[in-house]
């Protein structure tokens, strides 16, 4: 139903990275096979523990995470988790993350013959470093990692980045490296603080902020890129709770929507978003509604 990147999805609703984990958790609640695709939490080289406990707030309108790129690392992810996600009857994408270039190009070499579909390079993860993943903000280092990584990908290579204000340079230079596609937006920073202790909540203090308040923020924002990336295979996402919500992000410009936050609160959410946009687009068309972005 929809194609990007000569890759057909059966519907336009993904699972963004992080909130399913590797999927076998969440394959006990619902059939990942009816998902129009999957994204895996983020791998890096070594195994990461994560940040130190309290790590999860939830606040107005949404949920703030310094989990901290917790993960099995690349052997123990092909080892157990690999397997389970070539054995899914949907489109699977890898989310991989690093310090360094060359921390992504391993990873690509390391996975490339598996059946993902779609290599999605995590430069936006706000809760390592002192600020986040410096090479998602670096127009040069993003430019050269996208190249590099093009001339070993099997796979088209995506890039996931966050709200910056100089956004749009950060994507001319992953366009002019050759990328395939970027998945916007990364959770923004959030801050929660105990009123009684005067200190922040979370251990780490600031967190990456999703839920239903960055809804309007992440529209904007791939609607924006949209706007001067015409031909640019987009990956949406930022608060979607309802098939309301997917709608209005295949308006504002995005081919395929993520649910993250939103399966935290239910994990049926995907599925039940998917039966009603299939109701939906039984009167809309797709592609109508996805010109919307380019009209005007
Ligand atoms: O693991 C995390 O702390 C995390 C990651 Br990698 C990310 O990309 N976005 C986020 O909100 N949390």
Do not use: W
């Not at 958790?25 to 990461?48: C, H, R, S």
């Not at 994408?93 to 995590?122: C, M």
């Not at 922040?200 to 609607?223: C, D, E, Q």
Request: with cysteine; hydrophobic share 40%.
């Amino acid at each position: 139903m929809v194609n990007i990147c000569g890759i057909e999805f059966k519907n336009p609703i993904i699972i963004a990275s992080g909130p399913g984990g590797n999927g076998q958790e969440l394959a006990k609640y619902i059939d990942l096979n009816k998902l129009g695709g999957f994204t895996a939490k983020t791998v890096t080289p070594d195994e990461k523990e994560g940040n130190p406990p309290p790590r999860i707030v939830n606040v107005k309108a949404g949920i703030l995470n310094s989990i901290g790129l917790q993960n099995p690392g690349i052997d123990k992810f092909i080892e157990d988790d690999l397997n389970f996600l070539d054995s899914l009857d949907t489109n699977v994408i890898l989310s991989i993350g690093g310090d360094k270039k060359e921390d992504y190009l391993n990873l690509i070499e390391r996975l490339n013959d598996s059946k993902a579909v779609i290599f999605e390079l995590n430069l936006s993860c706000p809760n390592v470093g002192k600020n986040g993943i410096p090479l998602g903000i670096d127009k040069e280092g993003i430019y050269s990692l996208v190249k590099e990584a093009k001339k070993i990908s099997k796979k088209p290579i995506f890039i996931k980045l966050g709200v910056e204000t100089f956004l749009e340079d950060l994507v001319e230079s992953a366009v002019k490296g050759g990328v395939d596609g970027v998945t916007l937006i990364n959770s923004p920073k959030g801050l929660k603080i105990d009123i009684n202790t005067g200190k922040p909540i979370l251990k780490r203090a600031v967190g990456g902020f999703s839920g239903p308040a960055i809804k309007p923020i992440a529209l904007a924002t791939v609607y924006r890129i949209r706007k001067v990336f015409r031909d640019l295979p987009i990956i949406g996402m930022g608060g979607v709770f309802t098939f309301e919500d997917a709608i209005e992000f295949i308006m504002a410009g995005a081919n395929l929507v993520g649910i993250g936050a939103g399966v935290m609160s239910d994990p049926e959410r995907p599925i039940n978003i998917i039966k009603e946009l299939e109701e939906y687009f039984k009167v809309h068309d797709y592609q109508k509604i996805f010109n919307c972005a380019l009209e005007g």
